[in-house]
Structure formats: structure tokens, C-alpha cells
């Protein structure tokens, strides 16, 4: 009973963050739309070819904008010994990474769920794309802060290399990219691609935790 | 009895021992091996191109074989704390590297003349890409650490996660429909791939694992070297 | 709550998430990432012409015209249905009939595709060129596709 | 209470501390005294299994530490050199969660109480950011109170203190001894305190 008390209190202490902060969230999709202008302007209006690429570009922002608030995840907490004095208080770092994951997917993914229909609109997407584009990302962006969760701990480990965490989350969501833009085959079941991203979502929920549990301790150890 | 795939000083014995015979075999085979894929016949289909084949199918498997040592050796470090791992993942990871990239470009070879293109994006060329990936990060993570420990732990945790890439690589023709040709030879079923061209393939094979072998010998000796201090 | 205990159940959640993946996953692979699709397929699917789609299958025997140099027209089947191909440019060694390719193009109409790129497709047989000739030469040679 | 055996550290290959002996009793002050640099915090850290130690046992109240962390945890309140708040967030937000993660039974009044004899309660809703580096400590070893624990952990506690706050802190510590506490401190200082039992490091 304790232990969900002490849970609560730490999404209650994220939610509080996340309204302290929130001039860094709305940089990022600030950051978002004005690479989707840069986009547009350096293809030309061509509708036609918007219209295609739209979909590959909107994603691929998305994973870009995402990567900003890369450094934002672990390092505060780090720094000033919170993560330590929270895992006194009867927390293991496994639960505190994945309760990290959660209030990342809550208060740093979520908010760019409302943005996607106003970007869809530049490249005027058809709306059943928009709908998958939205349904995907829900799913999509889970696997992303998993990602953002092991690279920034990894983070935590180097104090001169940044394009390493960055790296890494490009490379693990090449698959998120692969099935989520797969989903406007006109003729692919649109089922089986949704089981498969959860599917990919599940994995990296497992194993993230004990994996940037284990950076966070091997940081702690050399700080 | 195994003891040297684990203790430094018990390898470094045991590799001592076995050099110089390992050199001799090591020729034989690569002689011989030539020499059965020169003799070999031409393919009904592909005629003279098949005999890419002879490169391209052992390095790709020995990176795959590269990528799962270091997996179970992360393993055992990680789980025993034994140094020897870390010695092994840094000084094998290079070695699958550059066999990732000769099975990419071998293939590429091949592709060209019999698929007509260098690459397409299917599934097992685009995971074999990663894999290449996934070894020049890990070669960067060897440099990217000020602390040792930090260094060999994190490389570890990242071969632990790049290991997932190995069965999608394996499994990715059988799944997913692909330009790439499923597997001619697996235990199930007796091989899709005559005999006369299923004996150089396995020499060629043989040669390669051994001077993949005597690469990875003189490399981790080196790295016991350069580590004499914390060991 | 102890912190073995607290392990413990992250454990046993890990193991319970990986293993669903593993089953989604196992389930899923084979109708959604698809480097091309088969002639019934697309026919079934009744996708709108000017899409770019790519089609696998077998080079249907005796369906190869060279209309002029580099400019060809054959029919691709999986033995149910078939589809007309018109290609201009240089076809691959392995192009051959009877043999498996997959073209990448856009449909102009149901049973009509203009390839823009030809690849041959390789199965994973493996066989001496003199040994074909002595399965020809005592019928044992089996070939599907015809 | 806390009984130390045997206990070694080393950073690459550096022996910091070897083969130390230590036992605190109930109702003690220790101060762990030595020279910057002399690995007072890392023996912290391996007392509270932040660092692994290489040999040697902890045992608190009879029992071993590492088999029963977050028992050990549960009774001590570990104050850092530096600030442990949350500098985005309010006085109160902190307090708010530090009280909870240590499931504290102290009332709001009695916490508004604490604050005025820190001299804190103006800032209550004030971010922590705009707080002075004294006020941020005395912030931070309010947790000692908050907490309710019984063993206290502290590294240097004695920065950024002015004399006033050092006379309250010492104050406290004897208070908590009276009440069957455990202290251990590590300061390079000469504090004025009674029976304080030194380790020279």
C-alpha cells in the first residue's frame, strides 16, 4: 500500500514538473512545426508530392523533436541526487525508470498527439491517414520515450559525446518508422501492423528498465 | 577444461599452444578451399556468379556468429563480472564488422547481375545494414567513456539489446516476403543445394571461421597486453 | 515492500510483456511488411491505377515479346491469376521464363502494370548446370511453374 | 546499532579506505573527520550501498544491510553536500514529497511551525531556485525533523551555516540523541558538541 502511495507522489511530482517546464514543451513543437516549414518551402508547394511524402516527413520530425528533450530525462534528477533520495524512500530504480517512462509518454509525447492534425493539414493529408498517423503514434511514441529512456541514461555515463544517445534512439526506431508508415499500404491489414507495434512496444517496455536501471547504478557508481 | 575461454592467462597459454599449428590448418584449408571453388561446377541458373556465393554465405554467417559470441560473453560478464568478456567484446566486434561488410558487399556483387540492383530495401538486407550499425556503434562506444568499467558495462548492456536484430535477421525471408532467397541449407529439411557445391561452401566456411580465428586470437592477446595492469 | 520482492515482480512482468510480444509478433509477421505483392493479390485488392506497387511471381512461359531493343511486354502468374507487363530498359541476368521476378511499376489499368524497374528473383536452389541436364534427360526434372 | 566490519573500498585500483572497523552505538554523535579529499563521502556511500564495497559486512540493528536494504533505508535519513530539492518546484512541493516518500506523520501546522523556526514560512510557494545557498541547506536539514528516522546520515552539514544555524543544528543533534538516535557526520570542522566521538580519517 505504501509502495503505490509513494508511486503516486512521484507521477504527482512529474505532473508538477511538467507545468514548471512548460515553456520547453511548447519549444518542441515549436521546433516541430518550424522544421515542417523548412521542409515545405525547401520541396515547393507541389500538393502532389506533400501529399505523398507527408506521412515519412511528419514521422521523422516527430523522432527528431523527440530527441530534443533527450537531456531533459534523467539528468536534473541525476545531478542533484533526487533519483538517490527517491529509491531511499523504498523505490527500486527498475520502477522509478519505467514510472520515468510512463510520465515521459504522459507529458512529453501526449501534448504532440494535438499537433499532428494541424501538421497533417500542411502536407493536406487525407483523413484516414491522419487517423492511422494518430493511432500509430499513440503506440509509437511508448517505444519512443522507452528509447529516449535507455539513451539518456546512457547519457548520464559520458559527459562529452551526446550524439551517441541520439544515435541510438535513431537506430532502435527504425522498425517504429518501418510499421508505422507501412500502415497507408492501400492494402496491408491494418490489424496485424497494429499487433506488431504493440508487440515491438512490449519489448522495449521489458527491457528498458533494467537496462537504464543499470546505467543510472553504473553513473551513480562514477559520479 | 574450459578454462580458457574465460581466465586471460589460461587463453593466453592455451593461444600459445595453438598458433602455430592453427596457421598451418588455416592455409591448408584456404588452399584447398580455393581450389574446390575453382573446380566446382556452374550453377544451371546463375552460370559463374554462384561462386560469390562462396564468400558471401560464410561472412555472413560469421558476423552472425560474431554477434551471438559477444551476446553470451556480455552475458557472463555481466552476470560473473569477469573481465575477460569485455576483453573479448572489444577485440571481436571490429572483426564482425568488417565481415558484415564483406557479406554486404559480396551480396551487392551478386545483386546487381542476377536481381539487377545493387540494394533494395527488403527486410534481410535492411537488418543485415543494421547489424553493420549496431557494430560501429559499439566500436564508438570503446572510445567514448573516460571510465573503464563505465565503458565495458555499457557495452555490454548495448550488445544485449542489439541482440534482438539477430533473430529478425535470421527469420526475416521466412516472414516477410523478400527479394533476398530464403536459407538452402537448415537442419529440418535435407539442403535445396547440390552436394558438389554444399562441400566447398562448408570448406570456405571452415577457412573463414579460422582466420576470423587468428584475427581474434592476436587481437585479444594484444588487449590482455594493454590491460596487464587491472587484471 | 522489499526491494527482492519489488525485482520479483518486475521480473515477472518483463517475462509476461516479452512473451505476448513474442506470440504478437510471431502471429503478425507474415500479412504486414511485404517487399511485393503476388498477381492475386493485387487483383483482389482492386487497387486504383497511377499507385506504385510492386508485384512478385513467376515469368509465365512463352510470354516473352521483344517489341524493339530494350523494350519488352510478359506476363507474371503465381498460377491463378496473371498480369501483363510492359518494360523498357535492360533486364537481369536471371530474367528468364519460368524463372520467379519482382517489378516494381504503376498499374495502368486491372491486368496491365508499367514496370519502371525488373528484378529477378532467385530461389534457394542450388544445382550444377550438367546436373539439370541429366534430370531433363531422364524426366525427373520438376518445374512448378510453366 | 550500526556495527561496520572489515569494510573495504578501491577506485581503480586506488585503495581509498581498507579493513575498517566501526561500531555506533545507541544514543552516539560521530563525526568522521579528515582532510578534503580523504574519501569521506565514498565511506558514506558504501555505508548507504550507494557504492558496492569490495570486502566486509554492514549490519544494522543485527541484521545485513545489503539483504535488507530498504529496511535500512526505512530508518535513516542520508543528507547530501549538496541540495537535494527540486529547484522548479515550490518549498512546500518539496517538503510535500519528501514527507511522503518517507511516509512521515508530522501535520501541516507542525510543518508551518518548523518553518518559522528555520525562518522559511515567507517562501512556502516560492520556487527553491530564488532561495539563498544558506536557506537552501537549512531547507535541506529540515528533512533531518521531517523524516521521524532514526538514524541520521550527514555530509558536511556544516557548509554554508552561519554561526546561529550551526548553534540550532548542534542543539538538534543532541535533542535526537536524547531520543535514542544515531548520528554520524562527516566534516573537516571542530564542532562544539558533548561526547562527540571522533574518527579521525
Known amino acids: 500500500m505504501t509502495l503505490i502511495k509513494k508511486i503516486l507522489l512521484f507521477l504527482k511530482r512529474e505532473s508538477k514538473l511538467f507545468y514548471s517546464n512548460i515553456v520547453d514543451l511548447f519549444s518542441n513543437i515549436l521546433f516541430f512545426f518550424l522544421s515542417i516549414f523548412v521542409f515545405v518551402f525547401s520541396l515547393g508547394a507541389d500538393q502532389e508530392l506533400l501529399r505523398t511524402i507527408g506521412l515519412g516527413i511528419i514521422w521523422s520530425l516527430l523522432l527528431l523533436s523527440s530527441t530534443l528533450s533527450l537531456r531533459k530525462f534523467y539528468e536534473d534528477d541525476f545531478n542533484n541526487g533526487v533519483l538517490t533520495i527517491i529509491h531511499m524512500g523504498g523505490i527500486s530504480y527498475e520502477l522509478i525508470v519505467f514510472l520515468k517512462i510512463l510520465s515521459h509518454f504522459f507529458f512529453v509525447q501526449m501534448p504532440f498527439l494535438a499537433s499532428i492534425p494541424i501538421a497533417s493539414l500542411f502536407f493536406d493529408l487525407p483523413v484516414n491517414e491522419v487517423y492511422n498517423l494518430i493511432f500509430t503514434f499513440i503506440i509509437g511514441s511508448l517505444i519512443l520515450s522507452c528509447l529516449s529512456s535507455i539513451s539518456a541514461s546512457m547519457n548520464l555515463l559520458n559527459k562529452t559525446n551526446f550524439a551517441i544517445g541520439s544515435i541510438v534512439v535513431l537506430l532502435f526506431s527504425i522498425p517504429v518508422i518501418i510499421f508505422s508508415v507501412g500502415i497507408n499500404n492501400p492494402d496491408i491489414n491494418v490489424n496485424s501492423l497494429i499487433n506488431l507495434l504493440i508487440g515491438i512496444a512490449l519489448i522495449f517496455l521489458g527491457i528498458s528498465p533494467w537496462s537504464s536501471a543499470a546505467f543510472i547504478k553504473l553513473a551513480l557508481r562514477n559520479k | 577444461m574450459f578454462n580458457f575461454l574465460i581466465n586471460p592467462n589460461k587463453f593466453n597459454k592455451f593461444a600459445d599452444v595453438i598458433f602455430k599449428p592453427l596457421i598451418v590448418i588455416t592455409s591448408l584449408t584456404i588452399i584447398v578451399g580455393l581450389l574446390l571453388v575453382y573446380l566446382s561446377p556452374l550453377d544451371y541458373q546463375q552460370g559463374l556468379t554462384v561462386k560469390i556465393m562462396y564468400i558471401h554465405v560464410p561472412s555472413a554467417w560469421l558476423a552472425l556468429l560474431t554477434y551471438a559470441i559477444m551476446t553470451i560473453y556480455s552475458v557472463i560478464g555481466l552476470a560473473f563480472k569477469t573481465p575477460f568478456s569485455f576483453i573479448i567484446n572489444k577485440a571481436i566486434a571490429p572483426i564482425g564488422a568488417v565481415f558484415t561488410i564483406l557479406c554486404l558487399l559480396s551480396g551487392s556483387m551478386w545483386g546487381k547481375p542476377m536481381w539487377g540492383t545493387w540494394w533494395v530495401w527488403d527486410a534481410r538486407l535492411t537488418s543485415v545494414a543494421i547489424l553493420l550499425v549496431i557494430y560501429v556503434i559499439i566500436i564508438f562506444l570503446n572510445y567514448t567513456f573516460e571510465s573503464r568499467e563505465v565503458r565495458e558495462k555499457t557495452i555490454a548492456i548495448f550488445i544485449l539489446i542489439g541482440s534482438i536484430n539477430l533473430p529478425i535477421i535470421k527469420f526475416s525471408v521466412d516472414w516477410w516476403n523478400t527479394l533476398h532467397q530464403p536459407a538452402s541449407i537448415s537442419k529440418l529439411s535435407s539442403p535445396s543445394i547440390d552436394i558438389s557445391m554444399l562441400q566447398p561452401l562448408l570448406v570456405m566456411t571452415v577457412a573463414f571461421s579460422l582466420v576470423g580465428l587468428i584475427i581474434a586470437i592476436l587481437r585479444i592477446k594484444a588487449e590482455i597486453l594493454m590491460r596487464k595492469n587491472y587484471l | 515492500m522489499s526491494l527482492r520482492f519489488q525485482r520479483l515482480i518486475l521480473i515477472l512482468t518483463t517475462l509476461v510483456m516479452l512473451s505476448a510480444a513474442l506470440l504478437l509478433i510471431l502471429f503478425n509477421t507474415k500479412q504486414n511488411i511485404v517487399f511485393f505483392y503476388t498477381p492475386t493479390e493485387l487483383i483482389e485488392n482492386k487497387i486504383t491505377s497511377g499507385v506504385k506497387v510492386r508485384i512478385g511471381g513467376y515469368i509465365k512461359k512463352s510470354s516473352i515479346k521483344k517489341k524493339s531493343i530494350n523494350s519488352y511486354e510478359f506476363k507474371i502468374t503465381d498460377n491463378k491469376n496473371e498480369i501483363l507487363i510492359f518494360y523498357n530498359g535492360i533486364l537481369p541476368d536471371l530474367f528468364r521464363e519460368g524463372q520467379g521476378a519482382v517489378i516494381e511499376g504503376s498499374i495502368n489499368d486491372q491486368n496491365t502494370v508499367n514496370a519502371s524497374k525488373v528484378y529477378a528473383k532467385h530461389d534457394e536452389n542450388y544445382m550444377p548446370a550438367s546436373i539439370k541436364k541429366e534430370l531433363e534427360k531422364n524426366n525427373q526434372w520438376k518445374k512448378e511453374y510453366k | ?201
Open chain 4, 1 to 201: 546499532m550500526l556495527l561496520i566490519n572489515n569494510l573495504s573500498f578501491s577506485r581503480n585500483k586506488n585503495i581509498i579506505f581498507e579493513n575498517l572497523n566501526l561500531s555506533l552505538s545507541n544514543q552516539s554523535i560521530t563525526q568522521i573527520r579528515g582532510k578534503n579529499g580523504s574519501g569521506k563521502t565514498t565511506l558514506l556511500q558504501v555505508i548507504l550501498n550507494i557504492l558496492e564495497s569490495e570486502t566486509g559486512e554492514i549490519f544494522w540493528k543485527g541484521k545485513n544491510v545489503k539483504k535488507n536494504i530498504f529496511n535500512f533505508y526505512n530508518e535513516t535519513t542520508f543528507i547530501m553536500d549538496h541540495n537535494t530539492c527540486t529547484k522548479k518546484l515550490s518549498v512546500m512541493d518539496n517538503i510535500n514529497f519528501w514527507r511522503g516518500l518517507s511516509s512521515s506523520k508530522l501535520t501541516n501546522n507542525q510543518i508551518l511551525l518548523l518553518l518559522e523556526t528555520f525562518n522559511l514560512q515567507k517562501y512556502q510557494n516560492t520556487k527553491t531556485m530564488y532561495l539563498s545557498s544558506g536557506e537552501i541547506k537549512k531547507l535541506e536539514l529540515l528533512r533531518l525533523i521531517l523524516e521521524q528516522k532514526k538514524l541520521w546520515i550527514l555530509d558536511e552539514p556544516y557548509n554554508h551555516l552561519d554561526d546561529l544555524s550551526i548553534k540550532i543544528l548542534n542543539q538538534t543533534f543532541i535533542d535526537h540523541k536524547k531520543k535514542d538516535g544515531v548520528i554520524l557526520f562527516t566534516s573537516h570542522l571542530n564542532p562544539n558538541i558533548d561526547n562527540l566521538e571522533v574518527v579521525n580519517f
